[in-house]
C-alpha cells in the first residue's frame, strides 16, 4: 500500500510562486508514472503536469510556468509553480502508478488559491 503526502498549498496573490511536495512511502524508483492533477469547481480532475517513463508532459495552461521534478532520495515529487493566475486556483493532487501492479494512487490534496 502506497501512501502519499502531499504539502506546499497555501494562499498566494497572483504572479506569486509555490513549490507543492508529495512524498511517498515507498521508493519512487516502483512507479511507472508520477504526476500532478487539479480539481477546481469544474466537475473533472484535469492533469497539470506528469513524469511517465522518463517524460514529462504539462498541461498547455501551465507550460513555461510550472515544473514539475523528482528527488529520488528523497522519494518525493515536486511541483514549482511561477507566475500563478487565479485560474490556477484548485485541489492539487498528486498521483503514482505502480510499475508491477499498475495500481494509482492519490493523495489527499492540498489547496491552492491566488488572488487577484
Known amino acids: 500500500q502506497v501512501q502519499l503526502v502531499e504539502s506546499g498549498g497555501g494562499l498566494v496573490q497572483a504572479g506569486g510562486s509555490l513549490r507543492l511536495s508529495c512524498a511517498a512511502s515507498?521508493?519512487?524508483?516502483?512507479?511507472?508514472?508520477m504526476g500532478w492533477y487539479r480539481q477546481s469547481p469544474r466537475p473533472q480532475r484535469e492533469l497539470v503536469a506528469v513524469?511517465?517513463?522518463?517524460?514529462?508532459n504539462y498541461a498547455d495552461s501551465v507550460k513555461g510556468r510550472f515544473t514539475i521534478s523528482r528527488d529520488n532520495a528523497e522519494n518525493t515529487i515536486y511541483l514549482q509553480m511561477n507566475s500563478l493566475k487565479p485560474e490556477d486556483t484548485a485541489v492539487y493532487y498528486c498521483?503514482?502508478?505502480?510499475?508491477?501492479?499498475?495500481?494509482?494512487?492519490w493523495g489527499q490534496g492540498t489547496q491552492v488559491t491566488i488572488s487577484s
Open positions: 498521483k503514482v502508478i505502480e510499475t508491477v501492479t499498475l495500481r494509482a494512487y
Open positions: 515507498g521508493s519512487i524508483f516502483s512507479f511507472n508514472e
Open positions: 513524469i511517465s517513463r522518463g517524460t514529462i
